[in-house]
């Protein structure tokens, strides 16, 4: 056998391997683009009357959302401006809880509690990363794929180009009549379609896999200079603790950060889980992106500034390396180029569920061929 044909072979076993994986991802993926605008047309109780007066300090609106959910873990609270209410986030691993309060800044009201893993997106997303399977099964079955989907996008390349510049043309737009039969549509559909797409469904693709496994992450990050390290460190305050249990030092440090950061979007706090541990703030700097965001750790006693040696510190501060491990996320979904980014994340998704379904008809219309003669 050829090289070539040997490639074709690989391809095709892989295909069917993954096909339905692929599909589930890809069809999940471009239903998940436009979630942050969908969801903005209905989210009208996240917003409050502005009053001339004090907002809930970190500890009271912890307080108040304990009442709601006093058994389960508080992940971090979040703050934005005087006309926002304040989500307190409750995440638990085992068994899965993540739950949202939403509260009056002003007098600690309950507005209205979402729960993250029901509704339609919540839906989408476990179909997406995990195939609606138990997390530990489908989480790696997914991953898997995928890094074996980067292998067919490069091999149906090589098998895409034609062996004669002449037919060159026939593998870039469709060319039908009215004759034409759709074996043959279905093969142009699949061959012109993955060829134009493949650039840009590879980066989804790999995007995805750095997500997954932190062994590609790390290797990404130092085959472009990283020299930090590749993780999220929250690190150990500096001071011991204050014998006057009177004032919380943490209940001045949302005030303190929007004095410093009065464009910032959002401010989430999370509450250290120890004596030891700093408290650790992520300033929002832009709607709908992560990789800008500062990472802030205070130490929970004196609120001095705390240097994390991770890559996820102030966002001024990072270097090229950091700065594209960060912006993996807002790579995968498309939020790095605004609207007009996601609605190419959202095309190049849908383009690729349909490579998997013509790649099967494919598959199918030769072997029924050969079994009819």
């Known amino acids: 056998m050829s090289v070539k044909k040997i490639i074709f072979q690989l391809h095709k076993i892989l295909g069917l391997a993954t096909g339905l994986v692929v599909f589930v991802v890809a069809i999940t993926g471009c239903s998940w683009a436009f979630r942050e605008e969908i969801e903005g047309l209905y989210d009208d109780y996240k917003y409050v009357e502005p009053q001339d007066a004090a907002i809930l300090t970190p500890t009271e609106a912890k307080d108040y959302a304990k009442v709601v959910f006093p058994n389960n873990t508080i992940h971090g609270t979040v703050f934005k401006k005087n006309k926002d209410a304040i989500e307190v986030i409750f995440y638990d691993a085992e068994p899965e809880f993540y739950q949202s ?3 009056n800044p002003y007098n600690g009201e309950v507005i209205q509690v979402d729960d993250h893993l029901t509704g339609f997106f919540a839906f989408i997303l476990k179909g997406h990363t995990r195939l609606w399977l138990p997390k530990e099964i489908g ?4 991953a898997a794929s995928i890094l074996i989907f980067i292998l067919i996008i490069i ?11 002449k037919n060159l043309k026939q593998r870039l737009k469709f060319d039908w009549k009215k004759t ?11 061959t012109v379609i993955g060829f134009y797409i493949c650039s840009l469904a590879l980066i989804v693709a790999f995007t995805g896999s750095v997500i997954s496994y932190n062994w590609l992450k790390y290797v990404v990050y130092k085959s472009v200079g990283g020299d930090k390290v590749p993780a999220f460190i929250i690190p150990e305050n500096k001071s011991e603790a ?3 249990n009177s004032t919380i030092p943490m209940d001045y440090l949302i005030v303190k950060l929007q004095k410093e950061s009065p464009e910032a979007v959002a401010y989430e706090l999370h509450y250290p889980k120890t004596e ?8 929002s700097n832009s709607k709908g992106l992560y990789y800008d965001s500062d990472f802030r750790f205070f130490d929970q006693n004196t609120l001095e500034e705390i240097e994390t040696p991770a890559i996820y510190g102030k966002y001024k501060d990072a270097k090229f390396a950091d700065k594209v491990l960060r912006m993996n996320y807002d790579i995968h979904i498309g939020a790095i180029g605004g609207i007009v980014g996601k609605i ?6 849908l383009l690729t569920a349909t490579l998997p379904v013509t ?5 199918y219309g030769r072997n029924y061929k050969k079994n009819k003669k």
């Open 276 to 283: 030891d541990e700093s408290i650790y703030v992520e300033v």
């Open 155 to 165: 091999s149906g390349f090589i098998i895409w180009i034609p062996k004669k510049r």
């Open 180 to 190: 034409t039969r759709w074996k043959r549509k279905n093969f142009d559909l699949h």
């Open 101 to 103: 309060v939403f509260l």
């Open 242 to 244: 204050l014998s006057d």
């Open 344 to 349: 190419i994340a959202f095309l190049i998704s």
């Open 359 to 363: 790649g099967f008809l494919l598959w």
């Open 139 to 142: 989480e790696q079955l997914v």
